[in-house]
T-cell receptor, first 113, second 112 residues
Framework: GENVEQHPSTLSVQEGDSAVIKCTYS??????FPWYKQELGKGPQLIID?????GEKKDQRIAVTLNKTAKHFSLHITETQPEDSAVYFC????????????FGTGTSLTVIP | DADVTQTPRNRITKTGKRIMLECSQT?????MYWYRQDPGLGLRLIYY???????NKGEISDGYSVSRQAQAKFSLSLESAIPNQTALYFC???????????FGPGTRLTVL
């Protein structure tokens, strides 16, 4: 099955700086790559996603890039704010296999005011 | 997401007890999932269901069973709980057309 690796496991940045979280996947059939934000005591919440037919997607301060050849995708958060502090998970899914999702191990992001 | 609810939110039980975790959704999605979250291990799939008559094992189904009582309800059972089943459990639904998943608030289970 699919194997998703995520780095780093922890990340601290100063408020206003950028944060980058990277994930790699193993199954070339994967074609949908969501990112989730999990705040303390809550379930993961989808913040952005990308499909394999595009290389980059932006939503305000958040962007995701995908390199299908290298099988890696990244989350970029610009102008970080304290409320961005949370655990972020990447995931991969291949529609042909029925929408099973495989998750990375998470990155704990701390934005220092 | 308020559209996906889980009960109970917290549960402490003893080794050998049978436990049921319940999930309900109002999103109208056919697809439902149960995940387990452990520190440093991310989310791992226990079971998933694509409709009321469809149940599939995930990567860590041993020691668990599920029941899909209706489109909106998907329950997870631990027939005989053991301490290493102590974890956060999440229910999720997904939109089959767009692939997006929506998670419940989680159930924190402690097995003593």
């Amino acid at each position: 099955g699919e194997n998703v690796e995520q780095h780093p496991s922890t990340l601290s940045v100063q408020e206003g700086d950028s944060a980058v979280i990277k994930c790699t996947y193993s199954d070339s059939a994967s074609n949908y790559f969501p990112w989730y934000k999990q705040e303390l005591g809550k379930g993961p919440q989808l913040i952005i996603d990308i499909r394999s037919n595009v290389g980059e997607k932006k939503d305000q301060r958040i962007a995701v890039t995908l390199n299908k050849t290298a099988k890696h995708f990244s989350l970029h958060i610009t102008e970080t704010q304290p409320e961005d502090s949370a655990v972020y998970f990447c995931a991969a899914s291949a529609s042909l296999s029925g929408n099973q999702f495989y998750f990375g191990t998470g990155t704990s992001l701390t934005v220092i005011p | 997401d308020a559209d996906v609810t889980q009960t109970p939110r917290n549960r402490i039980t003893k080794t050998g007890k049978r436990i049921m975790l319940e999930c309900s959704q109002t999103k109208g999605h056919d697809r439902m999932y149960w995940y387990r979250q452990d520190p440093g291990l991310g989310l791992r799939l226990i079971y998933y269901s694509f409709d009321v008559k469809d149940i599939n094992k995930g990567e860590i189904s041993d020691g668990y069973s599920v029941s899909r009582q209706a489109q909106a309800k998907f329950s997870l059972s631990l027939e005989s709980a053991i301490p290493n089943q102590t974890a956060l459990y999440f229910c999720a639904t997904s939109d089959p057309d767009r692939g997006k998943q929506f998670f419940g608030p989680g159930t924190r289970l402690t097995v003593l």
